[in-house]
Nanobody, 129 residues
Framework: QVQLVESGGGLVQAGGSLRLSCAAS????????MGWFRQSPGKEREFVAA????????RYADSVKGRFTVSRDNAKNTVYLQMNSLKPEDTAAYYC??????????????????????WGQGTQVSVSL
């Protein structure tokens, strides 16, 4: 079991940028595939971005492709979500998720909510016009 804490959310104008961080404790993140999800009130939690265990493979939702970048720094036990060109539609609570993965998952990414076993508490991102 790994504990995850997101930070970096806030209020930003459309076109601005934010960088979210997901700090892990209890386990080293190099054993996990990682993902970012978001949820707005009244909507189902949706996939945003994912990064493989070794960091060589990433995948993004079509709605954020070209604007968001997911990365990881295993030495700091942290994953990041760099969000550029933010839109009001990006307003949501953002969650970091971890899936414990065998070695052969080194280049594998996961995009489904039920693929992940551990979740952070979320951080709010609000984008104004």
């Amino acid at each position: 079991q790994v504990q995850l804490v997101e930070s970096g959310g806030g209020l930003v104008q459309a076109g601005g940028s934010l960088r979210l961080s997901c700090a892990a404790s209890g386990r080293t993140l190099n054993s996990y595939s990682m993902g970012w999800f978001r949820q707005s009130p009244g909507k189902e939690r949706e996939f945003v971005a994912a990064i493989s265990r070794i960091g060589g493979t990433t995948r993004y939702a079509d709605s954020v492709k070209g604007r968001f970048t997911v990365s990881r720094d295993n030495a700091k036990n942290t994953v990041y979500l760099q969000m550029n060109s933010l839109k009001p539609e990006d307003t949501a609570a953002y969650y970091c998720a971890a899936r414990e993965s065998p070695t052969y998952y080194g280049a594998t990414v996961f995009i489904r909510e039920f693929d992940y076993g551990d979740w952070g508490q979320g951080t709010q991102v609000s984008v104004s016009l």
